[in-house]
């Protein structure tokens, strides 16, 4: 008996801090909200194949889902902030990282040496283009570069830039217009449940996230790419409450059947 009320108060705890994620980040940009679905512990059958009386053996919790639902789109106006329209992530990579890591966080900024860089400071990663020529996306992720505006390749200002619809970069130095910078890729992976959360809007992939597929924006499914937006977080604030009053109600319930279940024992030990 105490094994099932644990397992009914142990459920109604993660459920507890999942939601509580959820709402904590309900303004975050490109956050992807998480859900935890429960079971019944498998009860079994007695020696003589009759399905036992019994209930069950409490509940069980699996392991956090991602949600796939587009969140809302936010305009910020900003010439290098894209959200993303359908499906994909962005690639990008920190510092002193090997390989990459995935987010549809769209707000994207130039330092100082001219790189793009994602809000938890990430090179954002693209396929560069050659001889002022835009090149294809490809299928191998390690020919991406670094995403680089080319300051000191030219003695005129920058007067403009822009990201289109299929994540072309172009910017214009002076009289120089429609210079190619690079493409955005975006990726898409057979099972996004398998990532790991990195913080920021930021995931890592990995053996359970499945084969990577990689492709243009605009190009068949694929998402687009809306300049001068950000894709806010998919967090319903009024569901999120409703999930928070049940599963509080659940643990309390749990608590209280532990209490009397110990003031029975106690009573009968006497």
């Given at each position: 008996?105490?094994?099932?009320?644990?397992?009914?108060?142990?459920?109604?705890?993660?459920?507890?801090?999942?939601?509580?994620?959820?709402?904590?980040?309900?303004?975050?940009?490109?956050?992807?909200?998480?859900?935890?679905?429960?079971?019944?512990?498998?009860?079994?059958?007695t020696?003589?194949?009759?399905?036992?009386?019994?209930?069950?053996?409490?509940?069980?919790?699996?392991?956090?889902?991602?949600?796939?639902?587009?969140?809302?789109?936010?305009?910020?106006?900003?010439?290098?902030?894209?959200?993303?329209?359908?499906?994909?992530?962005?690639?990008?990579?920190?510092?002193?990282?090997?390989?990459?890591?995935?987010?549809?966080?769209?707000?994207?900024?130039?330092?100082?040496?001219?790189?793009?860089?994602?809000?938890?400071?990430?090179?954002?990663?693209?396929?560069?283009?050659?001889?002022?020529?835009?090149?294809?996306?490809?299928e191998?992720?390690?020919?991406?570069?670094?995403?680089?505006?080319p300051?000191?390749?030219?003695?005129?200002?920058?007067?403009?830039?822009?990201?289109?619809?299929?994540?072309?970069?172009?910017a214009?130095?002076?009289?120089?217009?429609?210079?190619?910078?690079?493409?955005?890729?975006?990726?898409?992976?057979s099972?996004?449940?398998?990532?790991?959360?990195?913080?920021?809007?930021?995931?890592?992939?990995?053996?359970?996230?499945?084969?990577?597929?990689?492709?243009?924006?605009?190009?068949?499914?694929?998402?687009?790419?809306?300049?001068?937006y950000?894709?806010?977080?998919?967090v319903?604030?009024?569901?999120?409450?409703?999930?928070?009053?049940?599963?509080?109600?659940?643990?309390?319930?749990?608590?209280?059947?532990?209490?009397?279940?110990?003031?029975?024992?106690?009573?009968?030990?006497?």
């Open positions: 008996m105490f094994s099932v009320i644990k397992s009914g108060m142990d459920t109604a705890m993660k459920d507890l801090a999942v939601i509580s994620n959820n709402i904590s980040n309900a303004n975050s940009t490109g956050f992807r909200k998480s859900t935890v679905s429960f079971s019944e512990f498998f009860n079994g059958k020696s003589e194949g009759i399905d036992s009386a019994l209930a069950g053996q409490g509940a069980n919790s699996e392991k956090a889902r991602l949600s796939d639902a587009q969140g809302a789109l936010v305009e910020v106006g900003g010439a290098l902030d894209a959200a993303i329209v359908g499906n994909g992530y962005f690639l990008i990579q920190g510092l002193n990282q090997e390989g990459y890591s995935v987010t549809r966080n769209g707000a994207f900024s130039v330092d100082d040496d001219g790189f793009l860089k994602s809000v938890n400071g990430s090179f954002l990663l693209g396929a560069v283009a050659v001889e002022n020529e835009f090149v294809g996306v490809g191998d992720p390690t020919t991406f570069q670094r995403i680089q505006i300051f000191d390749q030219t003695d005129q200002p920058l007067t403009d830039i822009s990201i289109g619809a299929n994540g072309n970069i172009s214009s130095f002076g009289a120089d217009t429609d210079v190619a910078i690079a493409t955005i890729p975006l990726s898409i992976f099972n996004p449940n398998g990532f790991k959360q990195l913080g920021g809007g930021a995931y890592s992939p990995t053996q359970d996230s499945g084969r990577m597929f990689l492709g243009s924006p605009n190009s068949a499914g694929f998402g687009s790419l809306e300049t001068g950000v894709e806010g977080s998919n319903d604030i009024t569901s999120e409450m409703t999930n928070m009053i049940r599963a509080q109600q659940q643990f309390s319930g749990a608590a209280k059947i532990l209490q009397t279940n110990s003031d029975m024992i106690e009573k009968m030990t006497r």
